[in-house]
């Protein structure tokens, strides 16, 4: 299939190559030229703007996956692609919008026949070799149309077992990528992750911390122990019952670097945290864990532990992000294209 990329940064870019290795056409553009002309040497179609990726788009109906960060960016460029397209084409945000935003986006578009699709994209800057997780909203008909990219992109079912019972369910799922429901639940679907994802690091945070300060002078001296944090990661990787993904990343960053000196503990929200616990209030449903995840972060921009630098550690080694480099509020600064 021929799609549009637009925002070539961690993720889009490297979404437009795992694209193009599944033999799919890839329509890139980025406000930057630098990595417009390397997915170009890739073998992909640089765009120098959006008006000319829509006309380079020659396979109809047209579809655009925007890849872009949340908030301001992201309305405009989607604002943008209303005026340009026509109606059956299909706009696709991947990024982490909110999902009321996206319903608010696809009835407006939907007044032009135009299709929006809302998608969760999870995998960072390791989805081009694993694949992507993707939790997909909007109207069946788009999904169904663009299943060979929701595939291509998706992980597939690799070694992981199958579960017992879902003989008769939908295997998209088990290829990891779902149709959750009309536009916006994709991103709620996602958002909640997000949510769940800061519960599971401040579980790790925590639990390391406790560990780490187990030879503090302020405990007897027959109770002091000095563990070796890396030894107690790896070994938790290997048939434990808490052992994960996030449990890997950490491991990676304490074997190369076991007292964590590289980090300084101060790590940031990208906004999904907050929306859950808005939602948890809207829905009267009670999170403890994710709340107090999300108000450990805000702590820890004060002051830091080594819980915290493992927190951030984790963050660096599945996103890429790097500590202070993005906005106190999610929603304050709008980011560059090549930001994501």
């Known amino acids: 299939m021929q799609i549009g990329i637009i925002g070539l940064g961690r993720m889009g870019g490297n979404i437009s190559r795992r ?22 040497q890739d073998g992909a179609t640089a765009a120098a703007s959006l008006v000319e990726m829509v006309k380079v788009l020659e396979t109809k109906p047209r579809t655009l996956w925007v890849m872009l960060p949340a908030g301001p960016i992201t ?7 209303g005026g340009l397209l026509e109606a059956g084409d299909i706009v696709i945000d991947g990024g982490n919008s909110f999902y009321k935003d996206d319903i608010r986006r696809a009835k407006k578009l939907a007044q032009k026949n135009i299709r929006y699709i809302d998608c969760g994209t999870s995998g960072g800057v390791w989805g081009i070799d694993r694949g992507y997780c993707m939790m997909i909203g909007g109207p069946k008909d788009a999904v169904e149309h663009l299943d060979p990219i929701f595939a291509a992109l998706a992980p597939g079912l690799g070694d992981i077992p199958r579960t017992p019972g879902r003989e008769n369910s939908d295997p998209r799922a088990e290829r ?25 690091m401040q579980a790790y945070a925590e639990g390391f911390d ?50 964590l000196e590289k980090f300084s503990g101060f790590v940031q929200d990208s906004g999904e ?68």
Not at 75 to 81: D, H, I, M, N, S
Not at 232 to 251: F, K, M, Q, Y
């Open 19 to 40: 694209l193009m290795k599944a033999g799919h056409h890839c329509v890139v553009f980025d406000t930057n030229a630098k990595p417009r002309e390397a997915l170009a």
């Open 75 to 81: 309305e405009e460029t989607v604002e943008l692609l």
């Open 176 to 200: 990891g990528y779902i149709h959750a429901g009309p536009s916006g639940a994709g991103h709620f679907v996602k958002m909640v992750h997000n949510g769940i994802e800061y519960g599971l």
């Open 210 to 259: 406790i560990l780490r300060n187990k030879d503090s002078a302020d405990l007897p001296q027959d109770e002091r122990f000095t563990l070796n944090m890396p030894d107690i990661a790896e070994v938790w990787r290997r048939g434990s019952v808490i052992s994960s993904w996030l449990l890997d990343l950490g491991a990676t960053a304490l074997a190369k670097d076991p007292l």
């Open 273 to 340: 945290g907050r929306w859950t616990i808005e939602a948890a209030i809207e829905e009267a449903v009670p999170a403890d864990v994710l709340s107090t995840a999300l108000f450990a972060r805000f702590r820890s921009r004060r002051e830091h532990t080594f819980g915290e630098k493992m927190l951030s550690a984790m963050r660096f080694g599945f996103g890429g992000h790097v500590e202070g480099s993005e906005p106190i509020d999610p929603q304050t600064k709008p980011a560059r294209d090549g930001e994501r």
